[in-house]
């Protein structure tokens, strides 16, 4: 189960990272017309890694 929390953890680390990236350099989805998707993407990838690791540390 420990290998669920921490794929999530990794995959909403990503997904923070390149919204975050969009936000700051509109490179890899057009920066732009996006800027809500970016905010609303760093939110959501920011409440999923906290939920991922919050999960990983009522399953130690």
């Known amino acids: 189960m420990k290998w669920l929390c921490l794929g999530t953890i990794g995959i909403a680390?990503?997904?923070l990272l390149l919204c975050a990236l969009d936000l700051i350099t509109?490179?890899?989805f057009?920066?732009?017309p996006y800027t809500m998707a970016d905010i609303g993407g760093i939110?959501?990838?920011s409440v999923t890694i906290y939920l991922g690791f919050n999960a990983f540390n009522d399953v130690k």
Do not use: E
């Open 26 to 28: 509109g490179v890899p």
């Open 13 to 15: 680390g990503l997904a």
């Open 30 to 32: 057009g920066g732009g």
């Open 43 to 45: 939110l959501a990838a």
